[in-house]
T-cell receptor, first 115, second 113 residues
Framework: DAGITQSPRHKVTETGTPVTLRCHQT?????MYWYRQDPGHGLRLIHY???????DKGEVSDGYSVSRSKTEDFLLTLESATSSQTSVYFC??????????????FGPGTRLTVL | TQLLEQSPQFLSIQEGENLTVYCNSS?????LQWYRQEPGEGPVLLVT?????EVKKLKRLTFQFGDARKDSSLHITAAQPGDTGLYLC?????????????FGTGTRLTIIP
């Protein structure tokens, strides 16, 4: 199994509070991703990173920011959480993304509830 | 935004039966992947298909990419309880690698012993 951990695994917070989710990898993979998974929507890409300090937006980036100061860590921040951001968040990694056969390896997920 | 629709959304069958799930889009993809996800875990890649008309087999699972690279199917022969899970297809847009995968809505499969 790819070495990916996410923290926290579960979090309950209140509307308007800031929240940071962490993804840590031990594989030295270049690409890291944040997805959210909601019933009826599958997985949707929030942001991804293609190197230290290099990030790009995904399909549902509004209300989220990311940072990657080290190869192994990719942080997802909700500056002011809203109830619509209640979801399960998955981090994924891949060694490269230029090859169409590249595999993404997923972490165990973080269940976030915004009250 | 490219959309991938999966059908059926839910499927519950007896052990030993055969089944097919579908992944359809109006958009062309450079490749298509199938993942399986179990409760409380992240998705795990099963297969990647890249050529129109391509067929890949993984034991009792057969994956096919449509000739026009807009759709795919997953056929399971003699389903077993271990096949239970959420099956997701994911397409890589043309001119991109896998950094911007579009995921389908998923098929939740339950195999009854």
């Amino acid at each position: 199994d790819a070495g990916i951990t996410q923290s926290p695994r579960h979090k309950v917070t209140e509307t308007g509070t800031p929240v940071t989710l962490r993804c840590h990898q031990t594989e030295n993979h270049r690409y890291m991703y944040w997805y959210r998974q909601d019933p009826g929507h599958g997985l949707r890409l929030i942001h991804y990173s293609y190197g230290v300090k290099d990030t790009d937006k995904g399909e549902v980036s509004d209300g989220y920011s990311v940072s990657r100061s080290k190869t192994e860590d990719f942080l997802l921040t909700l500056e002011s959480a809203t109830s619509s951001q209640t979801s399960v968040y998955f981090c994924a990694i891949s060694p490269v993304a230029g090859e169409i056969t590249d595999t993404q390896y997923f972490g165990p997920g973080t269940r976030l509830t915004v009250l | 935004t490219q959309l991938l629709e999966q059908s059926p959304q839910f499927l519950s069958i007896q052990e030993g039966e055969n089944l097919t799930v579908y992944c359809n889009s109006s958009s062309v993809f450079s490749s298509l992947q199938w993942y399986r996800q179990e409760p409380g875990e992240g998705p795990v890649l099963l297969v990647t298909v890249v050529t129109g008309g391509e067929v890949k087999k993984l034991k009792r699972l057969t994956f096919q990419f449509g000739d026009a690279r807009k759709d795919s199917s997953l056929h399971i022969t003699a389903a077993q309880p271990g096949d239970t899970g959420l099956y997701l297809c994911a397409g890589a847009p043309v001119n991109f690698g896998n950094e911007k995968l579009t995921f389908g809505t998923g098929t939740r499969l339950t195999i009854i012993p």
